[in-house]
């Protein structure tokens, strides 16, 4: 893909997404799932989701790529046993405990990715240990501290509409937290991400109207 992956995009110092880019490419990925999940006539589970395995093309749409360990779900199937794992920081717990697969495993992976985009703090950043981990640093930044975990490259104080835009992060963290539950029956679906597209709405009415 002309544009490299979102890793590159994320992490090299020659580049650099603003908040609505990464939305975008973040809906992207979102869009991609849900049509593996629930608009094959036989589910796919990608099993490997993270930054570099979105690649971006030439006018910045994002899409999957690396399908070297995705499952497909049978009929009568809720999830898979498995001993290929994915990548640590990742991995749903059920994944990382007993090789149970399911769609629920990829929406896990996306909430952490979708968290990483925004924070631009890999899972295993060194400043997460055994007590602190990504999700927890997010989670418990919620709703008034949302600016002290969020790239200090997408916003500022200083901003206009800065109270507003902050408000947009902390529901995109909200939606990232509600993917990564614990248990793979509190995850939301790729569906229900759905509701970053209203999320890009009132951000986007915060820029015009700034």
């Not at 360990?69 to 749903?92: N, P, Q, V, W």
């Not at 007993?98 to 631009?120: A, H, P, W």
């Not at 790729?190 to 109207?209: E, N, R």
């Amino acid at each position: 893909m002309p544009n490299g992956s979102l890793e590159k995009w994320l992490y090299s110092h020659n580049y650099c997404l603003d908040i609505l880019q990464r939305l975008s490419v973040m809906i992207d990925v979102a869009c991609a799932l849900e049509y593996l999940h629930h608009g094959c006539s036989t589910p796919v589970i990608h099993c490997d989701l993270k930054p570099s395995n979105v690649l971006l093309d030439e006018n910045m749409v994002a899409h999957v790529s690396d399908f070297g360990i995705s499952k497909l779900l049978g009929e009568d199937e809720s999830d898979l046993h498995t001993k290929t794992l994915a990548t640590f920081g990742y991995i749903a717990p059920e994944y990382g405990r007993e090789g149970l697969v399911s769609l629920k495993c990829d929406v896990y992976s996306y909430g952490i990715m979708l968290m990483e985009t925004f924070t631009r703090k890999r899972p295993n950043d060194e400043i997460f240990d055994e007590d602190l981990n990504l999700k927890k640093w997010v989670s418990d930044s919620l709703p008034e501290a949302t600016i002290e975990v969020v790239d200090a490259n997408l916003l500022t104080p200083e901003d206009e509409k800065f109270m507003d835009k902050i408000d947009c992060v902390a529901s995109i963290m909200k939606v990232a937290l509600d993917c990564s539950a614990e248990s793979p029956e509190e995850r939301i679906n790729m569906k229900d991400v759905g509701i970053l597209q209203k999320i890009k709405i009132q951000l986007l009415s915060c820029f015009a109207s700034a």
